[in-house]
C-alpha cells in the first residue's frame, strides 16, 4: 500500500510533478478540462495513473521508471505475479507513472481475470451481440481506449471487447441485442467497473478516492484513487 502524501509532489521523469488526485470526472470531464486549461494552461498539465512496483533488490527510497521504459501496464503484471503480494507491503519500490492507455491496460486485466475465474459471466456477456457503456456510438471505438467520442470517458466496454480477445471469444449474439454495462437497472450493471475487483488491490492508493457507487478495492477504486493531476516543472 501506498498513501497519496508519500508520492505528492514527486517529480517524475520528463519534468511531471504531482500535484493532486482530481477524482470523478463523470459527467463533468468536458468542464473540468476546460477548468484546468484556464487554471494551467493548454499543454502544461496531464492527468497519470501511479503505480507502486515492489522491487526487493532497492531501498526504501522512492524511485521513478520513464515512461519511454516500455509497457509499464504489463511489467506490473509480471512483477506482481512473481511478488509476495500484499505480504511486501511495498517497503521497497519504484513508482509507476502511466499514461491513459497503458492505465487502461491494468484496467483491462482486471477484467480478464474476473472472467476467466466467473465462467458462467463469460458466458452470460458472450451471450450478447456487442456492448457500450454511455451511448450506442460506444461500440465505434472497438478496442481502441483512444477513441472517445462520447461526453464522459468510457473505458469498461472497451475492456470487456479486449477481455473477450484475449479469451479467445467474442460476442456471439444477436447484433440488435447489446449488453449496458452502466447502472443498477442495465443487463450489464454487474460487469461495472464499480464491481469488478481490481487485480492488484495492494497498488491501490490511499486514502481511497472511490465513489459511493463503487466497491472498494474494485477497478473504479483503483482509477479514481490512483489518478494524479500532474504539472510541467
Known sequence: MIESKNIEGLVFRGGWKNVERPGYFGRRRDQKISELNDRLGNGNWRLAWCVP???PSTSSQLELVPEEAGDLAELLVEIAEDSNGPDANFQA????????????????????RWLRAHPAELEFACSYGECI???????????????????????????????????GRKF??????????????????????????FAFPESIT????C?????????????QSNKWLQVRV
Request: hydrophobic share 30%.
Open 93 to 112: 519500490m519504484t513508482v509507476a507513472t502511466l499514461p491513459f492507455v497503458e492505465a487502461c491496460g491494468l484496467y483491462e486485466e482486471s477484467y480478464v
Open 206 to 209: 490511499q486514502p481511497s478516492k
Open 211 to 223: 465513489p459511493t457507487w463503487a466497491k472498494t478495492g474494485s477497478v473504479e477504486d483503483f482509477w
Open 53 to 55: 512496483i515492489p522491487n
Open 172 to 197: 456471439e449474439g444477436p447484433s440488435d441485442k447489446i449488453l449496458v454495462i452502466r447502472s443498477k437497472d442495465s443487463d450489464g450493471y454487474r460487469f461495472g467497473p464499480g464491481n469488478i475487483p
Open 133 to 167: 457503456d454511455n451511448a450506442p456510438t460506444n461500440v465505434l471505438s472497438g478496442r481502441d481506449y483512444n477513441i472517445q467520442e462520447s461526453y464522459s470517458t468510457h473505458i469498461q466496454d472497451i475492456s470487456m471487447r479486449n477481455a473477450l480477445h484475449r479469451l
